[in-house]
């Protein structure tokens, strides 16, 4: 990976501190990848003297017509607003490369942090279609996860579909309680493909073949 970062910095009109990026390129997985592409006016965050409050004005990621878009506002310690959105993104040209674990897709939607004083109001939905693990095809992934206002406890649902048959379905809570993560989660498989697992299993299991089904 390699990384050609063009910043600036300035105070604008209201005395506020601006730093801005500039069209820069980055490298991941041997694909270029832009920051600000377009070489725009947006693409910087805004800050105040004091640290305190800062404006995330549409950072955004792009590769060919890829995006990854970052924005929002954050108002001291406890007040939050910040928004990233994935548009058309190939999963295997953005994330690391693993030797056991190939995972292939296009990824779209949109992940929020909201907080007003203790309340948090954090939301997940995003959709991988064409999804490959270990170059098996699963199908089309939907992922939903909201959490509670504590910030401790998160409802998700999530559903893998292929030929419009919901091959595996997932659906529960995540709780975060004394540092430690309890799963209260329900799992249906309906023949679903279990040779994503044959290269997990390299060394110890291998040759793995068959559908699962059941809960």
Known sequence: DAYSLNLYHTIDAQK????????????????LWYLNEKDGRDNKIVFDKQFKNFNIEDIILSHDN???????LLNGKTNKDLNLSFNEVQLDR????????????????????????????????????DLKLNDVALGKMNL??????SFQKFYLNSTIENDNVAAFEAEGNI???????????NFNFEKFNLGIL???????????HGFASGR
């Open 16 to 31: 506020k501190n601006v730093v801005g990026i500039q069209k820069s390129e980055l490298k991941f997985n041997d694909f």
């Open 66 to 72: 890829q995006k990854v878009r970052l924005y929002g």
């Open 94 to 129: 953005l994330l690391p490369r693993l030797d056991k674990f190939k995972i292939n897709g296009s990824l779209n939607g949109e992940v929020n942090l909201k907080q007003i004083n203790a309340i948090y109001q954090p939301t997940s939905t995003l959709k991988i279609d």
């Open 144 to 149: 939903d996860i909201r959490g509670d206002q």
């Open 175 to 185: 709780e975060i309680v004394d540092q430690k993560t309890k799963l209260d989660l």
């Open 198 to 208: 044959a290269s997990l299993g390299a060394g110890v299991i291998s040759d793995i």
